[in-house]
């Protein structure tokens, strides 16, 4: 598909997702910008746009991934910069939206840091968030500029429909993702199912029971991120010992920390389908793993806001 773009149309990727960055600018039929970020002798971040701005529409590409901090001050220092030079128009993709799941004071004296974040990203300059499968849908409304928030349930959905399994079962792995479970077991035409859990401490969770009928199906277990994989591998050892035939699981946002690696090599897990919206290190890219890419997704909604076109069509 060939796409419309006009004069002033700009995209940069900074360091977080380079191989995303540049399909999406493959499939836009444009060259990244010219720029670079170093560090100075300190540590600090240095950034240098190599090219003119001014009176650009800009699309910056990055997600706050590990290490998030780096990559938040990498965005926040370069929508400054792009102010500073006269940049009509900032919107920036942020794919993986890190810190999303600090959205609220779950104790005495904590802070909200998706809410800082989104401060943060005003004040530098932005005009407009793209982002992907946000933890908190409420996140939207941290922000007084637009967000357009993409969902993975489809592109999930369709390589499973592709796989031809028979007899599925759609497995939310706790009450929350019951929602998200729905939606994609709509797409397949499957029941669901979800785990009923317990979480002691952050990171660690405890299987309490499985509400619906698994035995002899093929379970997917849908999750919006994995971090330690911790409740994704329990989840999966406990749909076999119940009865399921086997276990897949997918998620939008591999954020897969620590073990999590090592836990899904050694579960019960037969494939996990993940995106491109984290950039996976070569060490992480192990044979269970399949990564989809959301460059097509993202490409179709730069070309409809840049072209003053609806985005809502995306969100079905």
Request: hydrophobic content about 45%; charged content about 25%; proline content about 5%.
């Amino acid at each position: 598909m060939a796409y419309q773009l006009k004069k002033s149309f700009k995209m940069f990727a900074l360091n977080s997702n380079q191989e995303l960055a540049s399909e999406m600018a493959r499939l836009l039929g444009c060259e990244l910008g010219k720029c670079s970020v170093t560090r100075f002798s300190d540590g600090e971040i240095q950034i240098n746009i190599e090219e003119s701005v001014r009176g650009s529409e800009i699309y910056v590409i990055q997600s706050t991934s590990q290490p998030a901090n780096e990559h938040i001050m990498e965005l926040l220092i370069f929508i400054d910069a792009l102010r500073r030079a006269s940049a009509q128009i900032v919107n920036v993709v942020i794919p993986y939206y890190g810190y999303a799941r600090q959205d609220r004071k779950a104790r005495s004296r904590e802070p909200i840091t998706a809410k800082l974040i989104a401060n943060l990203l005003e004040r530098a300059g932005a005009d407009r968030v793209i982002t992907m499968d946000l933890h908190a849908p409420q996140i939207q409304g941290f922000f007084d500029i637009p967000v357009d928030q993409l969902i993975g349930v489809p592109i999930l959905a369709e390589y499973f429909e592709n796989k031809g399994l028979q007899d599925i079962v759609v497995v939310a792995p706790d009450n929350g993702g019951v929602v998200r479970a729905r939606k994609m077991a709509s797409r397949l035409h499957a029941p669901i199912a979800f785990i009923d859990k317990r979480r002691p401490r952050p990171n660690v969770a405890e299987i309490m029971n499985i509400v619906g009928n698994i035995e002899g199906k093929d379970a997917i277990i849908i999750d919006d991120l994995i971090d330690t994989a911790g409740t994704i591998t329990l989840a999966a050892n406990a749909l076999v010992e119940k009865g399921a035939k086997a276990v897949y699981a997918c998620c939008t946002h591999p954020v897969l920390s620590g073990p999590a690696i090592q836990r899904i090599q050694s579960s019960a897990i037969k494939e996990l389908v993940v995106t491109n919206t984290i950039e996976l290190p070569e060490e992480k890219r192990i044979d269970k793993i399949t990564c989809l890419s959301l460059a097509p997704l993202l490409v179709e909604a730069i070309d409809r806001i840049h072209n003053e076109k609806s985005v809502s069509p995306l969100f079905e």
